[in-house]
């Protein structure tokens, strides 16, 4: 194991539910582990899988 993270993050609305945004919750849980000391790189892979709920592409955190 390498120690990476991925993440998919975003705002769901009222149920039933769509996305609201990926970009804003995902950029402060990012910041949240920048300022842990680790390293981030938002939308660091295109896995090509891209669905309703997730874009495909992971964040990626390590130490």
């Given at each position: 194991?390498?120690?990476?993270?991925?993440?998919?993050?975003?705002?769901?609305?009222?149920?039933?539910?769509?996305?609201v945004s990926r970009a804003?919750?995902?950029?402060?849980m990012l910041d949240l582990f920048d300022d842990a000391g680790y390293s981030?790189?938002?939308?660091?892979?295109?896995?090509g899988n891209e669905k309703g709920d997730h874009n495909g592409e992971p964040s990626i955190v390590y130490p």
């Amino acid at each position: 194991m390498d120690d990476r993270i991925g993440m998919e993050v975003h705002e769901d609305d009222e149920i039933p539910h769509s996305i609201v945004s990926r970009a804003d919750p995902e950029g402060r849980m990012l910041d949240l582990f920048d300022d842990a000391g680790y390293s981030t790189f938002e939308d660091g892979y295109d896995f090509g899988n891209e669905k309703g709920d997730h874009n495909g592409e992971p964040s990626i955190v390590y130490p």
